[in-house]
């Protein structure tokens, strides 16, 4: 009888969970595809719209685009393609269908660790309707957090399986165990985010499983050897893609990322207990104040510190805590990549750990003080106006302009909204106002390489050569080697009657990249202005020879030789 009434317990969360977070997000059903990431991986993406042939699935397996290894991801997206084609509808719907099977999981997942219903229940929706979820839910290109969190939570469903069918001294344990490792395999393969889940699992061991009890410590370790052996695969692999596609910044001292961290750990925990003024982006700012950075230091080290002093009262909290922790530490800019000091979509799985630390001490409270139905009325307060919050938050995701537009209203000098927006303003022909951001982002940050070639290529739509050609410069005293900025200068330079500069432009461009047909025929026609006409034919030959239907060249190169 218990066991049906828990049974019935266990689907009325899981249906509650699961629905309630279809209604709350389909606000996102509305929006469209946004112009930052979403082309990458969906709108301009050729192999995604291939659909699901082998062709798509082996460039899945192989690809570093997007600076990132993650095949489950690019053929998520191709099966959405294949399905819904380029209506934003579909694509947002896989996603809320994720988070609300996500939801349901999270809490059946607690629930199995800890046996405590209610409260896992709680945790289940704080994580599934809080504010901080909305950027992972309504970006279609964040795909990869729904999916990489669907395999973490049948990651620890099959390993709570495991040690209890090990526990139990059961012969089928070792299926559970290839169970959790494949589910495990396919969260790396969806988003390299889990790589210190067997960390995770070693906490879980220590708390709510009590799996070092018994004294034993060694053989829990060697357990994970697997697991650690796939981390440190998918760390390489990360690695190289992202450096291969240039997301690595290499140019921030490490005091200076270490200080980022810590900040950013408190921005966190605010923003969980606070959530208003969330952005898409939060730059990295160009120093952090002394006072901010000791204090962030400061109370990181005393959290660790009674977290570990409780460690025997109340296990949860180091647990929690170095869960939240723990996750965050590859998104934390110990290795910088790309220019955000923080995104909220980066806590969709560290949060589990703080509300683990936070909900557990409130219940030893709430049953020490025979205080349920406060609690009760106070986890509804909670949860309704988290549920509210996120509705408001997913309407600045409905297009790319007023999500920019919303990020400058609540951050500060936040160059990457205005050069994001500006990039936006682009698309849409409106050069002017274009203009105006891009150079706002520049005056914030004056090395931001990206700005201020978007500002080149603005100001050529615009009409201004001079003003283009200066942006260029700029750009190319940050990014000398640059391909694109080399040879646009080059053609500007060849076209304001400046031959020798342009070939130095063409020639630079070159070194980039040997093959590349449009620079040696613009090194030619700056050779043919300089009447340098031997060392003309020759880069028009190779560029012929690289690219025989180059237009223009073959006439041109059939004067040269009448001459």
Not at 499 to 524: C, K, T, W
Request: glycine share 4%; net charge positive; with cysteine.
């Amino acid at each position: 009888m218990k066991k049906s009434i828990g049974d019935f317990r266990a689907t009325a969360v899981c249906a509650t969970l699961f629905l309630g977070t279809l209604l709350l997000f389909s606000g996102a059903l509305r929006n469209n595809f946004l112009d930052c990431d979403d082309p990458d991986y969906v709108t301009q993406n050729l192999h995604v719209q291939s659909g699901l042939e082998w062709e798509t699935v082996h460039w899945a397996f192989v690809s570093e685009a997007a600076g990132n290894w993650h095949p489950l991801t690019w053929l998520s997206h191709a099966a959405d393609w294949q399905l819904f084609g380029g209506n934003p509808f579909g694509h947002h719907a896989t996603n809320i269908l994720l988070h609300a099977l996500n939801a349901a999981l999270a809490f059946l997942v607690i629930r199995k660790f800890t046996g405590a219903w209610r409260t896992s229940a709680l945790c289940a929706a704080l994580f599934a309707w809080h504010p901080l979820r909305v950027e992972s839910v309504a970006w279609v290109a964040e795909r990869k957090d729904l999916l990489c969190g669907l395999f973490f939570f049948l990651t620890l469903l099959s390993y709570a399986f495991y040690v209890e069918k090990r526990t139990a001294q059961n012969n089928r344990a070792w299926l559970f165990y290839i169970l959790t490792f494949l589910c495990f395999a396919c969260g790396l393969m969806s988003k390299p985010m889990l790589v210190t889940l067997p960390f995770l699992l070693l906490l879980l061991d220590y708390w709510p499983l009590k799996r070092f009890d018994a004294g034993v410590f060694q053989p829990l370790v060697q357990e994970k050897i697997p697991f650690f052996i796939l981390s440190v695969a998918s760390c390489a692999i990360t690695f190289l893609a992202q450096k291969n596609g240039g997301a690595v910044v290499e140019n921030i001292s490490f005091p200076s990322r270490f200080i980022n961290a810590a900040v950013s750990i408190l921005e966190y925990l605010w923003k969980f207990i606070w959530p208003f003024d969330l952005s898409m982006v939060y730059p990295l700012p160009r120093s952090q104040p002394i006072a901010l950075a000791v204090s962030a230091i400061l109370l990181v080290s005393i959290f660790t510190t009674l977290a570990l002093a409780q460690r025997h009262r109340r296990p949860w909290l180091l647990v929690g805590w170095l869960w939240f922790i723990g996750m965050l530490v590859p998104t934390l800019g110990l290795v910088q990549v790309g220019l955000q000091a923080m995104a909220d979509r980066y806590t969709y799985l560290p949060i589990l750990g703080l509300q683990l630390a936070l909900l557990w001490t409130l219940r030893e409270a709430a049953l020490f003080w025979k205080t349920r139905r406060l609690a009760l009325a106070v986890a509804v307060l909670v949860l309704t106006a988290n549920g509210a919050r996120t509705w408001n938050q997913i309407r600045f995701w409905r297009d790319s302009k007023t999500l920019y537009e919303h990020a400058l209203a609540v951050t500060k000098e936040n160059y990457l909204a205005e050069s994001d927006l500006g990039t936006t303003l682009f698309n849409e022909r409106d050069f002017a106002a274009a203009e105006a951001h891009f150079r706002r982002a520049t005056e914030w940050k004056p090395d931001f390489a990206t700005a201020h070639f978007k500002l080149a290529l603005t100001l050529e739509e615009l009409n201004r050569p001079a003003d283009a050609l200066t942006a260029y410069q700029q750009f190319l005293k940050l990014r000398p080697r640059d391909l694109l900025a080399n040879y646009n200068a080059g053609v500007l330079l060849l076209n304001e009657n400046q031959p020798a500069q342009a070939a130095a432009r063409f020639r630079a461009a070159l070194e980039a990249r040997n093959d590349y047909a449009a620079a040696l025929v613009g090194l030619a026609l700056a050779k043919i202005k300089l009447d340098e006409t031997s060392g003309a034919i020759d880069s028009l030959q190779r560029a012929l020879r690289l690219e025989p239907g180059f237009p223009g060249a073959a006439d041109t190169l059939a004067r040269l030789k009448q001459r």
